[in-house]
């Protein structure tokens, strides 16, 4: 018989995904409306007990295909990003000494086909990928504006000795 490594369940019988969250980290699956005219997706709303909030800055931003954007931590504003279009991994990692997840690594994969709205708190570094073939387009609604003279924004390198995670070598990031 051939050696082969057995597969590893990633979902329950129910359909939920196995896998420890990292705290405080939020996904709320979108309800995309199909008619003949086109497409309408909701990103948030004050109605959801969810996320309610006014966001005070919105801005919009695209990967292409094979890059990475990270990794990146706040310690002040949480990030809210909605996937418009495409195909994105994103992989975060809880770097809070009092978090119940501190040093836990989560992915979190999203396409046009499972869109939803990720909430991401402080204290936790984040990455995002463009795992398919066309350019990924994602909305972002941070939970305080960005700030040109002191940005809120704190960066490592895709690959380092701090994070326990690794990007294939055919990634290139920023």
Not at 28 to 49: F, K, L, Y
Not at 72 to 77: G, K
Not at 87 to 111: F, I
Not at 148 to 168: A, M, V
């Amino acid at each position: 018989m051939i050696p082969a490594q057995q597969d590893q369940s990633t979902v329950t019988s129910e359909g939920s995904r196995k896998g420890r969250r990292i705290d405080g980290v939020r996904f709320r699956p979108a309800v995309t409306h199909v008619d003949e005219r086109g497409q309408m997706c909701e990103i948030n709303s004050d109605a959801w007990e969810f996320n309610r909030f006014l966001t005070p800055w919105v801005s919009m931003y695209s990967i292409t295909p094979g890059m990475a954007k990270g990794w990146v931590v706040h310690r002040e504003q949480d990030d809210r990003n909605f996937l418009a279009a495409g195909r994105v991994k994103w992989v975060l990692y809880d770097a809070r000494v009092d978090s119940p997840t501190y040093q836990n690594l989560q992915e979190v994969v999203v396409t046009q086909f499972n869109r939803g709205l990720l909430i991401v708190p402080h204290g936790v570094f984040h990455a995002v990928q463009n795992i398919g073939a066309d350019e990924a387009v994602i909305i972002d609604l941070p939970s305080v504006p960005y700030n040109h003279e002191n940005p809120d924004k704190y960066r490592l390198p895709l690959n380092n000795d701090i994070i326990p995670y690794r990007f294939g070598n055919d990634v290139r990031g920023w």
